[in-house]
């Protein structure tokens, strides 16, 4: 079994080697970013290139690291890996350089809708998509006799049924920890309720709004059948109630989808219900109460030329339409030419084609999104009235906005 | 002398004065500009930074913009305007506690102040326990039971607090015994403000009484022997002997471990990451700790905080330091 598996390993790094040997590159790459599978998949093709070394510093707090080892020159980090998200801290630092020279020379492989343009500036590359989306169990939803849910009124009615017929206690499954999560989740119902987060074109938050205000009902009601723990479970502790079968319903991410039903443990009873739809509609909201979300590299601004052509052609290898084997397809939907998407990729599919909003990429949506996960925890708990949290949110929000210079 | 001199500037004074500094600037005031922006899910008109504006202003004024004192007294931090509004819209001292336990910081102060002055005298006393118990323990036992005394001091805390995290849990070992004692299987230790606040003060004891039990024990061995004998042959009880002999001989000790343990806990911090409970208790530290975590970086509001906590510490100690002092003095003179 074991000679089997090495054999097999071999004759993949033996194929893989074979297919993109042509890279080669004469200067240092060192690339930060977070650490799950597709990541690692591609810093393994950029470390495929020869002539010079890849080095890679792939970890769950490449956030706190990535500004810092980009800010001095020259800088250690040669690319960051990011997604929509935490690409703003990179902007608002001016740490990265346009990549229009670098892809116009290496980028013959790079379809049009790879690249994130920035007031007409390639700033990014990205590679894969992600979005939240139900993920659910079929066998115990055919229990009740339901229909998986398009709304999350429906998942409500669903939940209710599974709890009364005693198939599940706590039939609803979120990621609401305290902090990010809990903020994250807020932000997509609050889209899924047609909200806007700043008044246009300016720094002023806007969600103490009647929108803000049913999205944040619309999670307490939704909260009833979690858990009674949810304040603590971020995405990892709700995926392990999910794969102890505790949990019927949830919205979660598609890149942590995949991997659900295969991880050690998991009984056959929920590897065989588990299914995978698109994202849920919420009140009457035109978009889905999700975000569309896209990772990529970028190329670090205080480098030299021959640095920074390194690295592009080396993360170009890393993202290679020759790489999309078997063995690097189900891992992400990625965005590279050549990509089928396999059945795990449908949620993520579904949201990208119901016209889900990509998270806001605006220099202060960190400071808003922080101020969210601290201020509406008492409203989970029962504390005060949702007017209240978004109005200490709202404060909080402004006391850091004003300390950044964005009011 | 000057060595030490030269230790103290470096890592005691300049740090506290590139603090200080750092939290009475700001970054300057963004330029924004709206631009069109693209994406794999379209384009769409966004606001961005104007960098070269920025950087213009950031050359001329590298420290960023002086704003004295403002971060200080802003929402995240003393929230003075907050403060007044709440005293003049308030109706009864009960209502203006509950504003402000709104208040970030007040909050904040309010359970660091209750975990500090809970856990410093319990694990005082259970310090005191332990060591009189090992000390009357036979020699060939008194050195395993050293060892699994000292354990949870040797365990990191925060591998400590997550251990303890996943036995509270509604599904862990500590968290079912407790639903079935009280027969509610919706009983939740991390869903109750006020059972947070007891598992993290009871951890708090059980990390920090091994400090206390080891600088006893030390102490006990220099108990004079033959004191605890004319009390004996006076006829004093064990509990005579340990109030009127043994606890005045270690009063410099407990002196010392309550300072040191007064300043560790008013810095609270691992416990409150470990057990996830920033929704029902945050401290000083913790909110450093947010500041610096985000995706977008507040350097000023954590150095405010830290000078803050500096101030604090200073605070708590001053009783303690002021008897010190005043002990010293009379022995000098």
């Known amino acids: 079994m074991k000679l089997k598996k090495i054999a097999l390993a071999t004759a993949l790094v033996t194929v893989s080697t074979v297919s993109w040997a042509a890279c080669t590159i004469n200067d240092r790459v060192n690339i930060i970013g977070n650490e799950f599978p597709a990541i690692h998949a591609v810093v393994d093709g950029a470390k495929a290139c020869t002539g010079a070394e890849v080095k890679s510093n792939l970890t769950a707090d490449h956030q706190k690291l990535n500004v810092a080892g980009m800010t001095g020159t020259p800088a250690e980090y040669t690319s960051a890996i990011i997604a929509n998200s935490s690409i703003v801290a990179l902007m608002n630092e001016d740490v990265i350089r346009p990549l229009d020279d670098l892809v116009a020379k290496h980028g013959q492989n790079i379809k049009k809708n790879q690249l994130i343009t920035i007031d007409g500036k390639i700033m990014a590359v990205a590679f894969m998509a992600n979005a939240q ?19 999350y009124e429906e998942m409500l009615e669903i939940a209710e049924k599974l709890r009364s017929e005693g198939v599940v206690q706590n039939p609803i499954g979120g990621a609401y920890a305290a902090g990010w999560n809990l903020a994250q989740e807020f932000n997509n119902m609050f889209l899924g309720y047609g909200g806007e987060f700043f008044e246009s074109g300016s720094a002023n938050p806007t969600v103490n709004s009647p929108a803000g205000v049913s999205a944040l009902n619309m999670m307490k009601s939704l909260s009833a059948y979690m858990n009674p723990d949810f304040l603590t479970h971020d995405s990892n502790a709700t995926n392990a109630e ?78 290679a339409p020759e790489r999309m084997d078997d063995a690097m397809s189900p891992l992400a939907v990625w965005l590279i030419d050549g990509y089928e998407p396999t059945a795990q990729a449908q949620g993520v599919f579904e949201a990208v084609n119901m016209n889900t909003q990509p998270y806001p990429m605006l220099p202060y949506m960190g400071l808003m999104h922080t101020a969210l996960g601290n201020e ?32 | 002398m000057f060595p030490t001199l030269v230790a103290m500037l470096l890592f005691i004074a300049l740090p506290i004065v590139s603090v200080i500094t750092q939290s009475v600037f700001t970054p300057h005031d963004a330029v924004l500009i709206e631009t069109e922006n693209c994406n794999p899910f379209g384009c769409k008109t966004e606001t961005i930074i104007d960098q070269e504006a920025t950087a213009q202003r950031r ?91 000292l354990l949870p001091m040797i365990v990191s805390p925060l591998i400590g607090s997550l251990v303890l995290y996943w036995m509270i849990d509604s599904r862990g070992v500590i968290g079912s015994a407790i639903q079935w004692l009280f027969s509610d299987p919706d009983l939740s230790l991390k869903a109750s403000t006020t059972l947070t606040w007891i598992m993290l003060i009871v951890y708090g004891v059980w990390h920090s009484a091994p400090f206390s039990f080891v600088v006893f024990y030390a102490g006990l061995q220099t108990v004079p022997q033959e004191t605890l ?30 300072l040191i343990q007064l300043m560790d806990n008013f810095r609270v911090f691992e416990p409150i990451v470990g057990f996830r409970s920033e929704a029902h208790a945050t401290s000083l530290s913790w909110f450093i700790f947010n500041d610096l975590s985000g995706e977008t970086r507040q350097l000023s509001s954590a150095s405010a905080s830290s000078v803050l906590t500096i101030i604090g510490v200073a605070v708590l100690l001053a ?4 008897r010190t002092w005043k002990d010293f003095a009379a022995k000098r003179a």
Do not use: C
Request: net charge negative; proline share 4%; hydrophobic share 50%.
């Open chain 1, 133 to 151: 989306h139900l993920v659910y169990r079929a066998d115990l939803l055919e229990k009740v006799g339901a229909q998986p849910p398009k709304t």
């Open chain 1, 242 to 319: 999910f794969r102890a079968g505790n949990v019927a319903m949830m919205n979660m991410w598609g890149s942590r989808a995949a991997t659900l039903g295969t991880a050690e443990g998991v009984s056959q009873e929920v590897a065989d219900g588990l299914a995978i739809a698109g994202p849920l509609m919420v009140g009457e909201g035109k978009t889905p109460a999700s975000t569309l979300w896209w990772d990529g590299f970028t190329v670090s601004k205080n480098i030299s030329d021959s640095e920074a052509e390194a690295t592009f052609v080396a993360m170009a290898n890393g993202i």
């Open chain 1, 376 to 407: 509406l925890t008492d409203f989970m708990q029962g504390n005060e009235s949702a007017e209240q949290a978004l109005a200490d949110a709202e404060a909080a929000y402004m006391a850091a906005a004003k300390e950044k210079g964005f009011l």
């Open chain 2, 59 to 149: 050359s001329e004024q590298p420290l960023g913009k002086f704003v004295g004192l403002d971060i200080y007294f802003d929402r995240g931090h003393l929230a003075i305007n907050e403060l007044s509004t709440a005293w003049e819209a308030s109706e009864s001292v009960g209502d203006f506690l509950d504003r402000l336990n709104n208040l970030p910081l007040y909050r904040a102060l309010g359970f660091t102040l209750v975990f500090t002055f809970t856990v410093t005298p319990l694990m005082l006393a259970f310090g005191l326990l332990i060591a009189l118990g090992v000390n009357s323990l036979h020699r060939h036992l008194k050195g395993l039971a050293i060892f699994f005394s």
């Open chain 2, 229 to 258: 004998e004319s009390a004996r042959i006076d006829g004093a009880s064990r509990w005579e002997q340990v109030r009127y002999v043994i606890i005045p001989h270690l009063m410099p000790l407990v002196t010392f471990v309550a």
């Open chain 2, 319 to 322: 009783p303690v330091l002021v």
